[in-house]
């Protein structure tokens, strides 16, 4: 295991993506970019639909306990 570790960093088999390490106006360096975009985006929204959901359950739960 620890020859696999070190062979990992002795060698330099472990080269950056596109977006880090290549062409800045290739295309495939502006899809790459586009496509981390369109995650981060994706997983904000999922995330912030979860928030908006526990946020108004728990408004839900408030006023339902009053009205008892």
């Known amino acids: 295991m620890i020859k696999y570790f070190l062979l990992l960093f002795m060698i330099d088999i472990g080269y950056s993506c596109g977006t880090c390490y290549g062409d ?27 928030v908006l959901s526990i946020i108004s359950i728990g408004k839900k739960s408030k006023t339902s306990g009053r009205l008892k």
Do not use: R
Request: a negative charge.
């Open 24 to 50: 800045p106006n290739s295309a495939a360096v502006e899809g790459m970019n586009w496509a981390i975009i369109f995650l981060l985006g994706t997983t904000g929204s999922v995330l912030s639909g979860v």
